[in-house]
């Protein structure tokens, strides 16, 4: 069974920085993509930065592009995401995001838990 569990959110000044990461285990022969979506009360779900397994190449919202870096430990089917100069309307539920080919075949997406990001002005 795919889990991706996230960790690294909490309560932060604005200005401040913090670092999420997500692992994925199980079931996952080759993850084609990883990335971090966010959710705000009474706003949609968006994304924030993905990072594509293949040529690692990333893209980022334009509302924390120069703030915020994707990464991956290919090694331990782990994304982080730094985020530096934090600002209070980037609080949200940050969720990890993988598309992957399953062990037992075909392409797959799964979801993390979330994780609560917290910017006090």
């Known amino acids: 069974q795919v889990q991706l569990v996230e960790s690294g959110g909490g309560l932060v000044q604005a200005g401040g920085s913090l670092r999420l990461s997500c692992a994925a285990s199980g079931g996952i022969f080759s993850i084609k993509a990883m990335g971090w979506y966010r959710q705000a009360p009474g706003k949609q779900r968006e994304l924030v930065a993905v990072i594509i397994s293949r040529n690692s190449s990333t893209d980022y919202a334009d509302s924390v592009k120069d703030r915020f870096t994707i990464s991956r430990d290919y090694a331990k089917n782990t994304v982080y995401l730094q985020m530096n100069s934090l600002k209070p309307e980037d609080t949200a539920v940050y969720y990890c995001?993988?598309?992957?080919?399953?062990?037992?075949?075909?392409?797959?997406?799964?979801w993390g838990q979330g994780t609560q990001v917290t910017v006090s002005s």
């Open positions: 995001n993988a598309r992957f080919w399953r062990v037992t075949g075909g392409e797959d997406e799964h």
